[in-house]
């Protein structure tokens, strides 16, 4: 069941108009946070002048979201005439209770605060103000500055968040999953859906890094230890964590993955494969030890081009996904590539190759039942083989998605006939 107390400062959108000032709506998801609520309340609402007059803001809403909470902190959130509440009694998710919050704002900016008493309510007048400064969509406080009170295995995992997001070719930031946060309204298309869990903030942190139509500013900002026991799990939330972040850099950045990965498997492939080749230049002979390594060499290379060429597929699929997030530079380039008859020619040709080196051997099987040839002519014409089965693949797939992008934005911009 849900209950929604009167709210003494609603906003009316006449109200807003007049004043042309952004009004702000914080929203204070909170489960079972009866030691820390009334607090926290208290706190944001005597902030409300200074943060107007800091950010230059017409009023400051604020909503309490009691997520399924058994002890009073509804009860207790209740009292207060000058917040709405919004109470319901299953637990949702620390993430589904921000959105409900979201659902029912009526600010032009909206904002969450965590109900433990960690951030200070006054520092939203510093956050409005980033986010109109830098304009930006996101303004995050980073709490991981001097005098943090955040234990240091978060502090730790943060900052682990923060290298992957670096790595994953992402924008820089420092505290991707803090519970304090400004964001306009407009921006919310781009951002959703987001998850209802914990991962709901490293979740934004990573899309606003990665959409190129979004921005992000950071600020950084006091922080004090909770008040009563936290419900983040290091180990659930943080494999949470880090599997959100992947997966939004795997939906705008795979090539940077697979790429990646692919060029250390074929980069090993010839470290391990240069003593083979070394020797059989100098000795004219391929010993029967090196079979094995040259086997693992063979499926490194095929591995490698296959996980690249997954990369490049997998760019051209975020394109038509998200069509103004359009690469630059060498990447671009490798893309037109592949979309061109280049990988088409590269496949046949190393396909013809790979047979016309395993036909003597094919023929004398034939004939013969026997096949004299020595292996090795075998195994780099089955690699050739398999190669250019994969570029012929990967090209086929890669004019596909571009007819379906071209038809795709033929049907937005073609009138109805």
Same mark, same amino acid.
């Given at each position: 069941m849900t209950t929604i107390?009167?709210? $003494?400062? +609603?906003? #009316?959108?006449e109200y807003e108009r007049?004043?042309?000032? !952004?009004?702000?709506? =914080? =929203?204070?998801?909170?489960?079972?946070e009866e030691d820390a609520i009334a607090a926290i309340i208290e706190r944001t609402l005597a902030a409300r002048e200074s943060i107007c007059r800091a950010a230059n803001l017409s009023a400051v809403d604020i909503i309490v979201v009691s997520d399924g909470s058994s002890d009073r902190t509804a009860d207790i959130a209740r009292g207060y005439d000058e917040i709405r509440l919004i109470a319901y009694e299953k637990n949702r998710g620390y993430g589904a209770a921000i959105k409900l919050g979201f659902n029912n704002a009526a600010g032009d900016l909206l904002a969450f605060l965590d109900a433990d008493g960690t951030?200070?309510?006054?520092?939203?007048g510093d956050l409005c103000r980033a986010l109109e400064e830098h304009d930006a969509d =996101?303004?995050?406080? $980073?709490?991981?500055?001097?005098? #943090?009170?955040? !234990?240091r295995i978060r502090r730790l995992g943060n900052r682990l968040y923060a290298g992957l997001l670096r790595v994953s070719g992402a924008q820089s930031v420092t505290d991707s999953a803090s519970g304090m946060r400004v964001m306009r309204r407009s921006a919310l298309r781009?951002?959703?859906p987001l998850p209802d869990g914990m991962h709901f903030t490293p979740a934004m942190s990573s899309i606003a890094l990665f959409d190129p139509a979004l921005s992000i500013v950071e600020v950084p900002?006091?922080? #004090?230890e909770r008040v009563?026991?936290?419900k983040l799990s290091v180990a659930r939330d943080g494999i949470r964590f880090l599997k959100i972040i992947l997966e939004t850099a795997l939906s705008y950045r795979p090539l940077r993955f697979f790429g990646v990965a692919g060029a250390v498997l074929l980069l090993l492939a010839l470290v391990y494969g240069l003593s083979p080749l070394v020797h059989y230049i100098s000795e004219r002979n391929i010993q029967e030890w090196m079979f094995y390594r040259l086997s693992a060499v063979v499926v490194a290379i095929t591995a490698g081009v296959n996980l690249i060429l997954v990369g490049l597929l997998a760019q051209q699929a975020v394109s038509l996904i +998200?069509?103004?997030?359009?690469?630059?530079g060498r990447l671009r380039h490798l893309l037109n590539g592949l979309v061109s008859r280049q990988l088409m020619a590269w496949g046949v040709l190393l396909f013809a190759v790979g047979v016309g080196i395993n036909a003597p051997s094919l023929r004398s099987y034939l004939t013969t039942g026997h096949v004299t040839a020595h292996w090795i002519y075998i195994l780099v014409g089955g690699l050739l083989v398999l190669l250019g089965i994969q570029c012929i693949s990967f090209s086929v797939l890669a004019r596909a998605l571009a007819v379906l992008t071209f038809r795709r934005r033929f049907v937005r911009d073609t009138p109805a006939l």
């Open positions: 107390a009167p709210n $003494a400062t +609603h906003i #009316s959108p007049t004043q042309r000032r !952004p009004a702000l709506s =914080v =929203v204070i998801p909170a489960y079972n951030c200070d309510p006054l520092f939203f =996101v303004a995050i406080g $980073a709490r991981l500055g001097p005098g #943090s009170e955040m !234990p781009r951002l959703y900002m006091r922080y #004090s009563g026991e936290s +998200h069509e103004e997030f359009q690469p630059a």
